[in-house]
Structures are given as structure tokens and as C-alpha cells.
């Protein structure tokens, strides 16, 4: 087990959990570990995160559908309930909003079944993520929303490291600036590995797995 603490900076009632040691995710190492399990999963944190994403909106930015990665789906629909509840207008027939989980072929391409394209098509869609760091599966996300046809309204996220990702920018309720010695390195030039530090974890989406 890695130990997680909190930190001292707090945004209301939304906590920052973090490990720090060296950690491999797909595209990078990093030093780092942003827990942000329970915002996903319990759902009082939820709600307090979604009150305190959009509160980082801009007002005039439609949102119609939103696209869930990184298992944020019940954070979706949070955030799709405070944007409903703060007047941010829709383009769509119901005046709803739309909350959706994309799908992943073999080849990690994401794809949207034919009943769920036209809740992409022509819409204000908004991608969410548990974190933006390299901005590598971001950067993917926009590709495949622009290629059926929707509009990218932004990207949200509960922690980032970059501030906007192919022009769009990038809203979050923690930054690299709450963690200013925070790093990430391509695996060929980690300097961890170079003194010979082992990993502590793998980490991804889903969590970190400890070695």
C-alpha cells in the first residue's frame, strides 16, 4: 500500500488526496499519485465536486451532453445537475442534459454507437476526466467527439497540469500550482529510474496498483 494524505488546500468540502514516490502511468512517470477515488465514487463528494468545477465555468459555454472518462460517470451526472440547477442554457429538444460513457475498441480508439451519435452531433459536448496530466487521452477524447460531428465546449477535470489541450481549455478545481513540485517524465528520461529508484505503483484511471 502507498500511503495517501491530505493536504492542507481544500475547495470546500472537496479534499486533496495525494501519495507522492515514483509512479508509472501509460505515457509518462511521475512523482505524484492525485487520489481522487472517493470524488468519483461516494456521492456526497461528488455533489460537492460538481458544485465546485462549475463554479470555475464560463456562464456563455453551452453544455449539452457530457462525455465521462475515467469512471466519472456519477460525477457526471452531478455536474450535469448543478448546471442544470445554475441556468447554463442547452441547445437540445428537452432541455436536458445529456450524461454518457464513451466505448473503447481493441485498438484504444473511442467510438459512439449509433443510438448515442446523435447525442453527440451537433451538441455542446464537454469532456470530463478524474485528471488531465500529459493531456494525451484529452487530446484523443477531442479528435474522436470533433470526428461525430459535436462541439467541444471544454474539458474538465478534478486535477490538471496544463491549462488547455489542442485550444480548449481546461477547468479543474486543483492545478499543478497546488502541487508546484509536481513532475512528469517520459519513462526513457525519468531520473528516478536513472538512480535506480523502483516504482511504487502503476496507476491509471482505475487506480494504482502497488508493486
Do not use: W
Not at 470546500?12 to 512523482?31: K, Q, Y
Not at 477547468?171 to 529510474?193: F, G, H, Q
Amino acid at each position: 500500500m502507498i500511503e495517501i494524505k491530505h493536504l492542507e488546500r481544500r475547495r470546500g468540502n472537496v479534499p486533496l488526496r495525494v501519495a507522492r514516490g515514483h509512479f508509472a502511468t501509460n505515457h509518462s512517470h511521475i512523482n505524484y499519485y492525485i487520489d481522487v477515488t472517493f470524488q468519483k465514487t461516494r456521492l456526497s463528494e461528488a455533489k460537492a465536486t460538481a458544485y465546485q468545477l462549475v463554479s470555475h465555468f464560463i456562464n456563455d459555454t453551452p453544455v449539452d451532453t457530457i462525455v465521462c472518462l475515467d469512471g466519472t460517470a456519477v460525477l457526471g451526472a452531478c455536474v450535469a445537475e448543478e448546471l442544470t440547477k445554475s441556468g447554463f442554457c442547452t441547445i437540445n429538444a428537452h432541455q436536458t442534459i445529456y450524461v454518457v460513457e464513451p466505448e473503447f475498441v481493441s485498438s484504444s480508439q473511442m467510438i459512439f454507437r449509433d443510438n448515442i451519435q446523435p447525442m453527440i452531433k451537433g451538441k455542446h459536448v464537454l469532456i470530463l476526466m478524474a485528471s488531465v496530466t500529459t493531456g494525451f487521452t484529452a487530446k484523443r477524447s477531442i479528435e474522436s467527439i470533433c470526428y461525430y460531428g459535436g462541439h467541444v465546449a471544454g474539458v474538465a477535470s478534478i486535477y490538471r497540469a496544463v491549462d488547455e489541450i489542442e485550444g480548449y481549455p481546461v477547468r479543474s478545481i486543483y492545478s499543478v500550482k497546488d502541487l508546484p513540485d509536481y513532475e512528469s517524465y517520459d519513462y526513457r528520461d525519468c531520473p528516478y529510474c536513472k538512480q535506480g529508484k523502483k516504482i511504487d505503483a502503476l496507476i491509471n484511471s482505475y487506480g494504482y496498483s502497488a508493486l
